[in-house]
């Protein structure tokens, strides 16, 4: 299956009452969908087993994308309304639901078989970069594990580049905030979901053993055009 991230615009059709500006006769949502894997639910395997990648990516992605167009639509039309009270109310559902969406599908990309390339460790610019800013590879590793582990509930750790700074930083988001929400400069390198379900069926309750074996799996080399991309 080809990764891809589909847009579908869908138009709205507002029955207002009276005379309205020209701007709000035709309002348009632009939605987002599900997107495909690259590869297998079980290409992972033995690290990340076929049944939670599936669950996580059939169930719980695409309830993100679900709930996040609802709640586009619904602000679209209380923008209309000139609702200021359920504007606001929407945010938190635009912010979950949203930030899962985004989350999910960097996630997706930071996974690769081994039998493509999963697991082999940064090679060039951000191999040397790591190297700079945490000391080895091996320190990095060991800094996200610590820090994923640590965190406490539901959440992501991430390899962020500071792309003002032009610094390499792990940071942890809570629940499904995207790294942006941690500062407009970080751009996400990896991203580790952290929540239950990203483990819980292979893992149990034994986080860090996910931790350490998801590093089997990753895909640096997305992660090394990523960061030369955004320096270019």
Same mark, same amino acid.
């Given at each position: 299956?080809?990764?891809?991230?589909?847009?579908? *615009?869908?138009?709205?059709?507002? @029955?207002?009452?009276? /005379?309205?500006?020209? /701007?709000?006769?035709?309002?348009? +949502?632009?939605? %987002?969908?599900?997107?495909?894997?690259?590869?297998? =639910?079980?290409?992972?395997?033995?690290?990340?087993?076929?049944?939670?990648?599936?669950?996580?990516?059939?169930?719980?992605?695409?309830?993100?994308?679900?709930?996040? #167009?609802?709640?586009?639509?619904?602000?679209?039309?209380?923008?209309?309304?000139?609702? @200021?009270?359920?504007?606001?109310?929407?945010?938190?559902?635009?912010? =979950?639901?949203?930030?899962?969406?985004? #989350?999910?599908?960097? =996630?997706?990309?930071?996974?690769?078989?081994?039998?493509?390339?999963?697991? &082999?460790?940064?090679?060039?610019?951000?191999? !040397?970069?790591?190297?700079?800013?945490?000391?080895? =590879?091996?320190?990095?590793?060991?800094?996200?594990?610590?820090?994923?582990?640590? $965190?406490?509930?539901?959440?992501? +750790? !991430?390899?962020?580049?500071?792309?003002?700074?032009?610094?390499?930083? %792990? &940071?942890?988001? /809570?629940?499904?905030?995207?790294?942006?929400?941690?500062?407009?400069?970080?751009?996400?390198?990896?991203?580790?979901? %952290? !929540?239950?379900? /990203?483990?819980? $069926?292979?893992? *149990?309750? +034994?986080?860090?053993?996910?931790?350490?074996?998801? !590093?089997? +799996?990753?895909?640096?080399?997305?992660?090394? &055009?990523?960061?030369? #991309? %955004?320096?270019?």
């Amino acid at each position: 299956m080809a990764l891809r991230t589909l847009a579908a *615009k869908k138009t709205l059709s507002l @029955a207002l009452g009276g /005379a309205r500006p020209l /701007a709000a006769a035709a309002r348009g +949502v632009t939605t %987002v969908a599900l997107p495909d894997l690259s590869y297998d =639910f079980g290409a992972l395997e033995p690290a990340i087993s076929g049944e939670i990648m599936r669950l996580h990516h059939q169930k719980h992605h695409a309830t993100y994308v679900a709930n996040y #167009n609802k709640a586009l639509e619904q602000l679209d039309a209380a923008i209309a309304k000139g609702d @200021a009270s359920a504007v606001v109310q929407l945010q938190g559902a635009i912010k =979950f639901n949203g930030g899962g969406h985004v #989350n999910h599908s960097i =996630f997706w990309k930071n996974l690769k078989p081994i039998s493509e390339g999963g697991g &082999e460790p940064p090679h060039g610019k951000l191999g !040397w970069a790591i190297d700079e800013d945490f000391g080895s =590879f091996e320190a990095l590793v060991k800094k996200m594990n610590a820090e994923g582990a640590a $965190l406490q509930g539901s959440g992501w +750790v !991430w390899l962020a580049l500071d792309k003002e700074a032009k610094k390499l930083l %792990v &940071e942890t988001t /809570a629940n499904q905030d995207p790294l942006v929400t941690k500062g407009a400069s970080l751009v996400p390198l990896l991203g580790i979901d %952290v !929540w239950e379900h /990203a483990y819980y $069926l292979q893992y *149990k309750n +034994v986080r860090p053993d996910y931790l350490n074996n998801i !590093w089997k +799996v990753m895909n640096w080399k997305y992660a090394g &055009e990523v960061y030369e #991309n %955004v320096l270019a």
